[in-house]
């Protein structure tokens, strides 16, 4: 049976199992929920690949999680998560984003092992609930196909938080396995551009194994007002016959209110000595009574390469996104989001050419993205 098939087919039998398994529990100790959203955006050309967005709008975008979370003990917790998605040029997809089981010590000690959601930064353990951010995008920088972070490591991790004083509260997770993470090889395609016997391979984003994975995270909420700062760091070997170290470090910190939201994360990302790439983001949102919001993002990464001649197409290296959104709340798990990005750069924003060496010879490469997206973002 195709993945899609197998995946889509486990989503069925969850909605249709889910109700029964509620209905003969005796504890009610089982949980199922549910993000999803469509996204239509339309760019000031099709030079560029950004998102889900042509030049002529492009509305096929839609995504889909189910999660189930079954508690057959006070120290036993199992949970899972499917992910279906629809992408413009792309076949349809879908994956199983979590399946562990999580055994309970106390509150400050938990392990768990399987497929967990990587504890890194703000984001990644939350990547498809939209509507708890201002955004239908989350920043590329980051958590686009930058190698950064992935949305789960399989391996085992412990994890669990404590208060001092009764006012600050530790929050720390350690893990260690594998995980794979989307990024686009870009040392490769000035490879290819230098080397005619190259292909245009190098250009798409794939994924990539990291093996022999050793993480962590701590995140400090401190007293006052809901302030949380975090550390965040891993470090493991590319698959491959090279072995090549890849290591990141982050920092995050994030302010939430009735009225005001304010996120704002560092990474600094080293392949070996081949390729280092700092990425940043700050994130701000206000409400305007009960439903309306405004939200503004800066998103900037800057990519070097060593022993690598990328003059001849410097963009590829580089990202600053710029984007303003304004937000309409139907309801806490219904938000319609409309929103403005300009890019400079085209790290995420890729030539829309099935061979980018041509691009590059041909001076082909636009600098300059314009995005307009209106989605809609739900939870259940």
Request: hydrophobic share 40%; proline share 4%; net charge negative.
């Amino acid at each position: 049976m195709p993945r899609t098939s197998l995946a889509l087919s486990l989503v069925l039998a969850i909605l249709t199992l889910a109700p029964a398994a509620i209905a003969g529990s005796d504890t009610g100790d089982v949980e199922i929920h549910g993000y999803g959203g469509w996204s239509y955006g339309r760019s000031n050309a099709d030079a560029n690949r950004y998102l889900a967005s042509s030049e002529d709008g492009d509305a096929r975008y839609v995504n889909l999680a189910i999660a189930l979370a079954s508690c057959p003990s006070d120290r036993v917790r199992i949970s899972t998560q499917v992910w279906w998605e629809a992408e413009p040029g792309e076949e349809e997809s879908a994956t199983v984003d979590c399946a562990f089981a999580e055994w309970r010590v106390s509150d400050a000690l938990r392990l768990r092992m399987g497929q967990v959601k990587h504890p890194y930064g703000i984001y990644t353990e939350v990547f498809d609930v939209g509507t708890i951010r201002p955004f239908f995008w989350l920043p590329q920088s980051v958590y686009g196909p930058s190698g950064t972070v992935a949305e789960s490591y399989r391996g085992v991790g412990l994890t669990g938080s404590v208060f001092a004083a009764g006012i600050w509260r530790f929050e720390y997770d350690l893990y260690g396995g594998e995980m794979s993470l989307e990024a686009q090889d870009i040392a490769a395609v000035f490879a290819t551009e230098e080397d005619s016997s190259g292909t245009a391979d190098a250009e798409a984003p794939g994924e990539g194994d990291i093996r022999d994975l050793v993480g962590g995270r701590l995140t400090i909420t401190v007293p006052g007002p809901e302030v949380r700062i975090g550390l965040s760091a891993y470090t493991g070997r590319e698959k491959g016959s090279a072995c090549e170290r890849h290591s990141c470090l982050g920092a995050h910190v994030e302010y939430l209110s009735d009225t005001w939201s304010l996120r704002s994360e560092y990474t600094l990302l080293k392949e070996s000595a081949k390729l280092t790439a700092a990425a940043a983001y700050v994130e701000v949102a206000r409400r305007l009574g009960s439903s309306w919001q405004i939200a503004g993002r800066v998103d900037h990464s800057d990519t070097r390469l060593e022993d690598v001649d990328a003059s001849a197409a410097p963009s590829l290296l580089d990202h600053l996104d710029i984007t303003a959104g304004l937000n309409y709340w139907f309801h806490p798990d219904f938000v319609v989001k409309l929103s403005s990005s300009r890019v400079d750069g085209n790290r995420f924003a890729w030539p829309e050419d099935e061979d980018i060496r041509a691009a590059i010879a041909g001076d082909g490469i636009r600098r300059q993205t314009r995005l307009v997206s209106l989605g809609v973002q739900f939870a259940f």
